[in-house]
Nanobody, 125 residues
């Protein structure tokens, strides 16, 4: 059974940087596309796609609100994926999740089969 665990969240001040890790276990890491999502506590908020990396290192980042501030990467030797976000803003406050799927990269949360429990990131002065 695939298992994902995020770490690195917490309280940050506006303008600081953030690095989250996602450790994968229970399967062959290279078989999976790993994506990062976030979800705010706003009622009805959906999980927002942030970025993904496939087994070869091919990455995609979205949406416009994080363009230029976000990078995603993975270390296949460590079964770990990373998210780095610079110049944090209060609107980046959310629970951040990593998720895994086999097959082609997809940008919607509904396409991912396995999810970590999430890590809370709060950006506040």
């Amino acid at each position: 059974q695939v298992h994902l665990v995020e770490s690195g969240g917490g309280l940050r001040s506006p303008g600081e940087s953030l690095r989250l890790s996602c450790v994968f276990s229970g399967g062959t890491f290279q078989d999976y596309v790993i994506g990062w999502f976030r979800q705010t506590q706003t009622p009805g908020a959906e999980r927002e796609f942030l970025g993904l990396v496939d087994w070869s290192g091919l990455s995609a980042v979205s949406p416009d609100s994080v363009q230029g501030r976000l990078t995603v990467s993975r270390d296949n030797a460590k079964n770990t994926m990373y998210l780095t976000m610079d110049n944090l803003k209060p609107e980046d406050t959310a629970v951040y999740y990593c998720a895994a799927r086999t097959g082609a990269p997809r940008y919607s949360a509904e396409n991912y089969n396995y999810w970590g429990p999430g890590t809370q990131v709060t950006v506040s002065s």
